[in-house]
């Protein structure tokens, strides 16, 4: 028997997604969130509508909305005991995002610049910042590497002069040059939010 989804007084089987006779797509059952509508007006029909667009981008049957990827080097970080952290933010020459790869590139070597100890399990590195922002407002309705951001993210990118919208990526250089992903800080990050679906993102390092 075939598997009917009922949204706002439109039904949908579970084969084929239809609308103007042309089919979107084969998978509207990978939709696991669809739940049945039990609207009785216009308002209700349109919102319960707008929540199976929304279950059908976020499960991959309707194609989701692309992130507005933004990246600054402009982190300052003017907190005692992070000058050397600082320091090395300060010879971001520029940082770009294409296509998934985010570059950053320096004004001198790995080698060049200094130690900083980012405390607990992230230990020891040639670290320093840039600011990431995907067009979702306010962050805490994104996703990073599977948890929401929070609001003490907005606080940390408030205190180093982010703007609304930013987060801080934190970057252990001497890892992402050699694409050391054996310790907690990798070379990469996914991020998720409703509409938009989960998306890879790759951070390299070009040397001065």
């Not at 989804?5 to 006779?21: L, M, N, R």
């Not at 929304?54 to 989701?64: H, R």
């Not at 790869?101 to 992230?122: M, P, Q, R, S, Y």
Request: glycine content about 8%.
């Amino acid at each position: 028997m075939t598997k009917k989804i009922s949204c706002g007084g439109f039904e949908f089987d579970e084969k084929s997604f239809a609308q103007d006779g042309r089919v979107l797509s084969t998978v509207v059952s990978q939709a696991d969130d669809i739940e049945l509508s039990e609207a009785t007006d216009v308002t209700g029909i349109v919102e319960d509508f707008n929540d199976l667009i929304l279950a059908l981008k976020n499960s991959g049957v309707i194609a989701p909305y692309e992130f507005d990827i933004t990246v600054t080097k402009n982190v300052v970080d003017s907190i005692t005991g992070r000058a050397d952290r600082q320091y090395n933010t300060n010879q971001i020459k520029s940082v770009s995002e294409k296509d998934g790869i985010i570059t950053i590139v320096l004004n001198k070597t790995v080698a060049e610049l200094k130690d900083f100890n980012a405390g607990g399990k992230w230990g020891t590195h040639k670290w320093l910042g840039i600011g990431i922002s995907a067009g979702v407002t306010p962050i805490t309705n994104l996703k990073y590497n599977g948890s929401y951001l929070t609001n003490e993210d907005i606080t940390e990118a408030t205190q180093v002069g982010l703007s609304s919208g930013y987060f801080v990526r934190w970057v252990a250089a001497d890892l992402v040059l050699t694409e050391n992903n054996n310790e907690p800080s990798k070379n990469y990050f996914t991020l998720w939010a409703n509409r938009y679906g989960s998306v890879k993102y790759t951070i390299k390092l070009i040397e001065g």
